[in-house]
């Protein structure tokens, strides 16, 4: 086969158009929910790894002031505030 099928390069004139997306959000960061109060949320995706099964993935909190929480092996649990502290100082 020849090489320059599988060449990369753009043509020449091309111009990337491609539109680019929202910003990632950064751990604890707060964000409104739907015409809500302001929730206190926060996503560390780019921290957790597929191995950090007990590390907060994202969490939010409840109108009740308690957190629910997804952890890095996707199960969740709904924590109070200390037990939240816990989890995400490890």
Known sequence: M????????????YKDVTPKGPAPAK???????SGDPVRDVAYY???????????VLLRWRLDDGRYEVIFGDLRSETVTAERLHALEGK
């Open 45 to 55: 995706g780019t921290t957790v790894r597929l191995n950090d099964k007990d590390k």
């Open 27 to 33: 751990p604890a960061a707060k964000a409104p929910g």
């Open 2 to 13: 020849d090489p320059k099928l599988f060449d990369a390069t753009p043509p020449e004139g």
